[in-house]
């Protein structure tokens, strides 16, 4: 597909490409099906090439599940789902299929902490009703009362078949990983960036001579927006400050799979990579008239796509309302059938009878196609046809210092859509693309206007180095 007037932007050195269709708010409770499960409701989805000092050589992948986490969300806060598959895709020969999958699996253990509870000599052993019994420490997880950990495979294609391996601990060459528990607050865990950092782990993938990361937790949300005005029929200002309102994230936690891979692990000949993350259930759960705490029910049967995620926003306001479950449960090769909600956005229309702005009159809007679909000429297009966030991993790597929020359309190339780091403020760039930037002013006559949620976001927001993504809000500060 010829994109000319992107092509000559970029020609022109202004760096300015499309970004994905018109969205308003990343994943959380996009479909009404995932409200269900909210376990296995993935919120974002991250992938760029990691720019902690002397890691240039590698791709981080984030993966968040379980929105809206509120810190004080005891007593059993928010423990990922054992009967799940939680995966990370990566399509490296353009034709919007996994060639790299990478799958976590789960197992919480009781360890069914007792006190001995009545008068001496008549005492009895009951089992306590929290998770924790004493304080966590680093280097002291005795008081746990229920343990988390996970097993992390890694699926390649290869030809018609597939080949599934285990990553082991670089150190220890254990094919298990510990899960730190969410952070109760200061008085269970006094210190719990420490606690959380004995979690991160060198990885041996299968193959490779360089190892990997991995880091699997709670912590803080990413995501910056604008929420409830947003979905309040968008009672906002788009046009106003875009540091003028709140995050309504602000107090949220998420749950992180983190993982920053070699490039050379990810790459085939193409240094353009898709990516997504999927999560799946068995396909029949049946209740259990005495549930415990290892069989709450009986699930069964193959697994099937409950949640998708790639490009951020996608399932929120672009896919109609009929057709988001139908979405979660779908792969990028099959996105032929969303292509009108791509070419004929309907955002753009409402923001026209809602603002008294102009929406843009171009039908197919094909300046929408190449990002959510194709990727963009000359910079992250790979011949695959499906929705998945591309990266150019030949495209340099932009410190953190240096980032510009709005990512290629602030002319940095190494930002959203190419690839989206935590510091992207992909709200602002959407809403900008939806509304016609990219287009000549004759069909977008309002795509000139810098329109915002008003909720901030930078690099500035989040670490500089592996997992990038800050300490999660205690459920309790410190006295």
């Known amino acids: 597909m010829k994109f000319p007037r992107t092509l000559a932007l970029l020609a022109a050195g202004t760096a300015v490409v499309p970004a994905v269709a018109a969205h308003v708010v990343s994943s959380h409770r996009e479909a009404p099906a995932i409200t269900e499960t909210p376990k296995v409701d993935g919120t974002d989805f991250y992938m760029f090439r990691s720019y902690e ?7 981080t992948l984030v993966a968040d599940y379980i929105p809206l986490q509120d810190p004080y969300g005891g007593p059993n806060y928010f423990q990922l789902d054992p009967d799940a ?6 399509d490296n020969d353009g034709d919007a299929e996994a060639d790299v999958s990478f799958r976590f699996q789960f197992h919480n253990e009781l360890q069914d902490i007792q006190l ?3 008068p001496q000599g008549a005492q009895k052993q009951i089992s306590i009703p929290l998770i924790n019994v004493a304080p966590i420490g680093a280097g002291d997880t005795a008081g746990l009362n229920v343990r988390e950990s996970y097993t992390l495979d890694v699926i390649r294609k ?3 078949k597939t080949v599934t391996l285990p990553v082991l601990n670089a150190q220890t060459q254990e094919a298990e990983f510990s899960k730190p528990v969410d952070d109760i607050g200061s008085k269970s865990i006094p210190d719990y960036a420490a606690y959380a950092a004995t979690h991160v782990y060198d990885i041996a993938l299968p193959g490779s001579e360089v190892n990997g990361r991995v880091f699997v937790g709670q912590r803080k949300d990413p995501f910056v927006v604008n929420l409830g005005e947003t979905f309040d029929l968008v009672n906002l200002d788009p046009l106003g400050d875009p540091a003028g309102k709140a995050d309504d994230l602000e107090d949220a ?3 992180a799979l983190v993982l920053e891979i070699p490039i050379s692990f990810l790459v085939d000949q193409d240094p353009v990579i898709g990516g997504f993350t999927t999560a799946s259930l068995p396909k029949t759960r049946v209740l259990s008239k005495n549930p415990t705490f290892d069989a709450p029910d009986k699930q ?5 796509q409950v949640s998708r995620l790639g490009s951020p926003l996608v399932n929120e306001v672009v896919i109609g309302l009929k057709d988001k479950d139908r979405f979660n449960s779908s792969l990028p090769e099959d996105d032929a059938q969303f292509l ?3 070419d004929y956005p309907a955002l753009p229309a409402l923001l026209e009878a809602l603002f008294g702005v102009t929406a843009p009159t171009q039908f197919p809007r094909t300046d929408l196609e190449q990002a959510f679909l194709t990727g963009v000429t000359g910079l992250n297009q790979n011949g695959a046809v499906g929705e998945m966030l591309r990266l150019n991993t030949a495209t340099d790597v932009t410190p953190a210092a240096q980032q510009n929020r709005l990512g290629v359309l ?3 190339l190494a930002g959203f859509p190419n690839g989206r780091r935590p510091g992207d403020d992909v709200v602002d760039i959407e809403l900008r693309v939806a509304m016609g930037v990219l287009l000549d002013p004759s069909v977008a006559p309002s795509g000139q206007l810098p329109y915002t949620d008003g909720a901030f976001l930078d690099a500035s927001f989040f670490d500089q180095t592996f997992p990038y993504l800050l300490t999660p809000l205690p459920g309790s500060p410190q006295n």
């Open 53 to 59: 000092a002397g890691r240039e050589g590698f791709v």
């Open 85 to 90: 598959r939680y995966e990370i895709h990566v």
């Open 116 to 118: 001995a509870i009545g």
């Open 158 to 160: 290869q030809g018609k």
């Open 253 to 255: 936690n998420v749950t």
């Open 300 to 304: 069964k049967g193959k697994y099937l």
């Open 340 to 342: 009108d909600y791509v």
């Open 410 to 412: 602030g002319g940095d």
